[in-house]
């Protein structure tokens, strides 16, 4: 981007090359890519410098934004500011809320079909379906905890709003909490098969008389 310079105010930018026309010189729009920076100040063109400040929208939002010609540099900045805590919080829970929602009916069917069919509903969904309602308490008690924007960034950061169970976890630990058990009951059924064994041949053991 480009800002035509005059009397040391800017009078008009530019975000491509295109002609122009500064003094009753008509100027071909490639002076913007075969003239150099000095060529361009020359006749009042400066390229812009941006410093804009980037923010989350969820929880900022820019006040204001300006372009300032100082010491031969033309410098665009923003002025960002924290939103109200309040209307933050409202936000973020509605997303949360929207988040659960969307998790939710992607299982709907199963109940559905309880419903129509009858059909027994998998446990690893009905855990699935509590760990995500848990995980939406979870983070809502944390946003509405936050004693400033401040916080809730650290939140967000933190990634403390965005954890979510998943359903191939759920299963994942179902296997292996039957693979656990089964190794458990194994064992114990070798466990009490020596404890029998061992209880039959104190049986058979002959005590001789002296």
Known sequence: MW??????????????????????????????????????????????????KSFNSKVEKQLSSSRVFENNTVVESNVVVDRDLDEVKQSLNTDVSNTLSSYLSQSDWYYIRKLDKEIAI????????????????????????AADVAAIKTLINEGTLSVWSSYEDVVAA??????KAAEEAAAAAVEAAEAEAEAAEAEEEVIEPV
């Not at 040391?8 to 150099?36: A, E, G, M, Y």
């Not at 920076?37 to 390229?47: A, D, F, R």
């Not at 998998?122 to 905890?145: H, V």
Request: net charge neutral; glycine share 2%; charged share 20%.
């Open 3 to 52: 800002a035509l310079i005059e009397n040391n105010t800017i009078v008009r930018t530019f975000n491509r090359p295109k002609p122009i026309t500064i003094n009753n010189i008509q100027h071909p729009r490639t002076i913007f890519t075969l003239w150099s920076e000095e060529e361009l100040n020359t006749i009042g063109i400066y390229s812009i410098t941006k410093n804009i």
């Open 122 to 145: 998998p446990s690893a969904i009905q855990t699935w379906r509590n760990e995500l309602r848990a995980n939406a308490a979870s983070m809502e008690t944390s946003i509405n905890n």
């Open 174 to 179: 179902e296997v292996a909490a039957a693979a």
